[in-house]
Nanobody
Framework: VQLQASGGGLVQAGGSLRLSCRGSGRTFSAYAMGWFRRAPGKDREFVAAISGNGEHTVYADSVKGRFTISRDNAKQMVYLQMRSLKPEDTAVYYC????????????????????WGRGTQVTVSS
């Protein structure tokens, strides 16, 4: 089982980026998917999550209205579209999966997530 995040980079404040995460090794649609991030000197924090069937999404208050999570189960991909980026969004972003029933609202707790991908760095300059 592997998850691989990509799409990070350097962007100016107000800009946009789209992160991608590819899953492999098991039935992708059976798992909720989440994005978390860790900023320098800070604890890992929840960003967004989506249920296995894609019908339920949940966001951290700090990104609500700016970030959109989506998934394409046929391609085994989950995406995080980030708009109106702020310097405080600078962090390493990680995707992870949660073996929760596909129709259940996804968890915001990192403890519920099973497999974690290697992160991708997002840097937002002011």
């Amino acid at each position: 089982v592997q998850l691989q995040a990509s799409g990070g980079g350097l962007v100016q404040a107000g800009g946009s980026l789209r992160l991608s995460c590819r899953g492999s090794g098991r039935t992708f649609s059976a798992y909720a998917m989440g994005w978390f991030r860790r900023a320098p000197g800070k604890d890992r924090e929840f960003v967004a999550a989506i249920s296995g069937n894609g019908e339920h999404t949940v966001y951290a208050d700090s990104v609500k209205g700016r970030f959109t999570i989506s998934r394409d189960n046929a391609k085994q991909m989950v995406y995080l579209q980030m708009r109106s980026l702020k310097p405080e969004d600078t962090a390493v972003y990680y995707c992870a999966d949660d073996p929760k029933p596909p129709s259940v609202e996804p968890s915001t707790s990192a403890a519920d997530y099973d497999v974690w991908g290697r992160g991708t760095q997002v840097t937002v300059s002011s």
